[in-house]
């Protein structure tokens, strides 16, 4: 399931300098020198563009090595390099001062691996240092995560290392979605209110009566759509003072510059087995979340204008079974307006018509599906 570990060849030593940039020895040497010339400033103003944070701006696209059943975490982490607004705030994290510390911190191990891959020669690099990282805090090497769940530990490890208020909430403005949800009795009509938080939707691949969800538009419909809890789901009311029928639901409060979507692919069986769900599900390149919801599902807190107006940006499918699977990423750049797969150490141009591909199909098991979908908010021209 992946390529055999490779020993990497020797490099330079980094060296850190500031927040924002990281050069070798001899690169610190010519830098000391330039800031005695007139264009010292030009030329950090180029350097620091050379690194703003997109993994394909100097090299085009660069892969990783699978260090053993690092498939998900591989996919995950091009998902985050190739993405311009987490970058940005992934090379302006304060450094640790002790080596020590430097190893145990996971957006710094974050940053040398871009680092890597933006200024190295190779087409792939081994993200070992990173992994080690990701192991002392309690991350398993060598085993096959779900990349949901992945990407919940390494956003929350992330998260908690930045000591930067400022840039930590940055990083929860990227992607954070923001709902209220609704309780409200049938009798009365006294309505109970709760803001929560949560940093991807969970769409279900069937509907409320069992049946396949075929677009993603239908499954968001699905996962918004209020539900009467009658039975042994009734609710006690406090106005009531007893157990009544009850509306459940929620709404949209605020969206995220980058929205990330779970597609739910894999269920629990009786005998607590894992079943993969294969099913065909299309998902657009573009979403208007005011023409999906509803008004009373979607009301966002702001009133900027195209506010719910998204584009695809990745697509992290799987392979395989729930037991035996592979994951690979679809990731549209931002620089070269193209399609690519990321495939480990393996990157190569697509079209959309692979993208496509990750639909699914019931027929075929081992097919590959899309998992996790990350929409960008649809810039404005001249933002672009």
């Not at 975490?73 to 985050?80: E, F, T």
């Not at 005998?271 to 979403?287: D, E, G, R, V």
């Not at 509803?294 to 009301?299: A, G």
């Amino acid at each position: 399931m992946g390529q055999g570990v490779g020993r990497p060849e020797r490099s330079k030593s980094l060296k850190l300098e500031g927040y924002q940039t990281i050069m070798t020895a001899e690169e610190e040497e010519e830098e000391e020198e330039a800031e005695c010339s007139v264009d010292a400033a030009e030329k950090q103003s180029q350097k620091l563009k050379a690194i703003c944070g997109l993994a394909d701006l100097k090299n085009e696209a660069v892969g990783l090595y699978n260090i053993g059943f690092s498939c998900c975490l591989n996919s995950l982490l091009q998902v985050l390099f190739m993405n311009r607004n987490f970058t940005a705030i992934l090379r302006r994290i304060k450094v640790p001062f002790e080596d020590g510390e430097q190893k145990r911190s996971v957006p710094y191990q974050m940053l040398l691996l871009l680092e890597a891959m933006q200024r190295g020669k190779h087409k792939s690099v081994h993200p070992v240092g990173l992994a080690k990282c990701l192991s002392k805090h309690g991350v398993k090497l060598f085993v096959l995560y779900d990349a949901s769940q992945l990407f919940l530990i390494l956003w929350n490890l992330i998260k908690s290392q930045i000591t930067n208020l400022d840039l930590g909430e940055r990083l929860t403005d990227l992607y954070t979605i923001r709902l209220q949800e609704y309780l409200m009795c049938q009798k009365c009509l006294l309505e109970t209110k709760k803001n929560s938080n949560i940093l991807m939707l969970p769409l279900p691949m069937f509907s409320h009566d069992s049946h396949r969800v075929k677009t993603l538009e239908d499954s968001l419909r699905c996962f918004f759509a209020p539900e009467h809890l009658t039975g042994d789901n009734m609710c006690h009311c406090k106005r009531c003072g007893k157990k009544t029928v009850c509306l459940q639901g929620m709404k949209v409060t605020r969206l995220p510059q980058t929205l990330t979507l779970h597609l739910k692919r894999f269920c629990s069986k009786h005998n607590n087995s894992t079943q993969k769900i294969s099913h065909y599900l299309s998902f657009p390149q573009n979403l208007d979340f005011s023409q999906i919801l509803t008004l009373e599902q979607y009301q966002p807190d702001s009133s900027e204008e195209g506010a719910g107006l998204y584009d695809l940006f990745a697509v992290v499918a799987h392979s395989g079974s729930a037991s035996c699977g592979h994951y690979c990423a679809y990731i549209w750049s931002l620089t070269a307006h193209k399609w690519y797969c990321f495939n480990d150490s393996s990157v190569c141009q697509v079209s959309w018509d692979d993208v496509k591909c990750t639909y699914g199909h019931a027929g075929l098991r081992w097919s590959e599906t899309a998992y996790l979908l990350v929409y960008r908010k649809k810039e404005s021209p001249s933002a672009v």
